[in-house]
C-alpha cells in the first residue's frame, strides 16, 4: 500500500492530532514523553521563529495511522535534530520506519533550503539508553531502535556524556544516547557538536518547552559545553 504523508501545521485540536497522541504515549518511556502541550507549542514556534522550524510529519496507510516523526531545523548551525519518531507496531517490519525517517530528513533539508545552504549539516537525535527501561518490552524496544539508527548511517557519539534535560518538574536530567548523521564530506568537529547541542538546548528546551535557564545551564555545564548567554 501506499503511504500518504502530510504535516500538522495547527496546534488546535483534532481528532487526527489525539490520534497521534495516543500512539506517542504508548512508545516512550515518561521520562522522555513530553507533556502533549508542547507539540502545540512547537507548531507555534515554527510560525514564529523562521528561519528556524518544527516539522509534524504523519504518515497513512488506508486513512490509518502508520507512523509520525517531529523535528526541529536549527538554523545557526545548519542541522536538523529529530525528536521523535514512531512506527505503529503492527506495521513495524514492513520498513515504515526508514521510510518515515527518511521523509522527516527531506523536510528538514528543505528547512536548510530555504535558510541558503545547498543541504544540511548534519541530523542529531537522542535515544534513551538501557537504564531507563521499565520492562523486557521496553528493553527490546531501546536495543531495536538503536541498531534502527545506526543502520541508518547514524552514529553513537560517544565523547560526550549527553544528558537531556527535565521535562517533568521534580525530576532529574535524563542520560541518554546522541547519534549523528553527518550529512558533509568533511569530519564534524568536536566543536561543531557542541555548537549543535547549544542550538537543541536553545531552541527546543528553553524557548519550546520553557525549562528553566538555570536547569538548561547546569546540564550544559555537566556536558562540558559553554553555558547560553544572557
Known amino acids: 500500500m501506499t503511504i500518504i504523508w502530510s ?8 481528532a487526527e492530532l489525539s490520534t497521534v497522541m495516543k500512539l506517542y504515549d504508548q512508545s516512550f518511556p515518561i521520562e522522555v514523553r513530553e507533556p502533549h502541550e508542547i507539540f502545540h507549542r512547537s507548531i507555534k514556534y ?23 516523526a517531529t523535528g526541529h531545523y536549527l538554523a545557526d548551525v ?9 512506527a505503529n507496531p503492527l506495521a513495524r517490519n514492513s ?16 528547512d536548510a533550503h530555504s535558510a541558503g545552504h545547498s543541504s544540511l549539516r548534519a541530523i542529531f537525535l537522542e535515544t534513551e539508553t538501557q537504564d531507563l527501561v521499565h520492562s523486557e518490552q521496553e528493553k527490546a524496544d531501546c536495543e531495536r531502535r538503536n541498531r534502527f539508527f545506526d543502520k541508518n548511517s547514524y552514529e553513537k557519539y560517544d565523547e560526550i556524556t549527553y544528558l537531556q534535560p527535565p521535562l ?4 532529574d536530567e535524563v542520560p541518554l544516547n546522541l547519534f549523528i548523521k553527518n550529512l558533509q564530506k ?8 557542541q555548537n549543535a547541542i547549544q542550538a537543541i538546548y536553545r531552541e527546543k528546551y528553553l524557548v519550546v518547552n520553557n525549562i528553566n535557564k538555570d536547569v538548561i545551564n547546569h546540564c550544559l555545564k555537566k556536558m562540558g559545553i559553554d553555558e547560553l548567554p544572557n
Open 46 to 68: 515554527s510560525r514564529e521563529r523562521y528561519p528556524n522550524n518544527f516539522r509534524f510529519l504523519i504518515g497513512k496507510e488506508d486513512d490509518q495511522l502508520v507512523s509520525f
Open 186 to 193: 568533511d569530519e564534524l568537529m568536536k566543536q561543531e557538536i
Open 7 to 14: 504535516e500538522i501545521k495547527e496546534e488546535e485540536s483534532s
Open 168 to 171: 517533568h518538574n521534580g525530576m
Open 78 to 86: 545548519n542541522a536538523g535534530f529529530i525528536v521523535y519518531i514512531v
Open 95 to 110: 520498513g515504515l520506519g526508514s521510510k518515515t525517517l527518511v521523509k522527516i530528513e527531506e523536510l528538514l533539508n528543505k
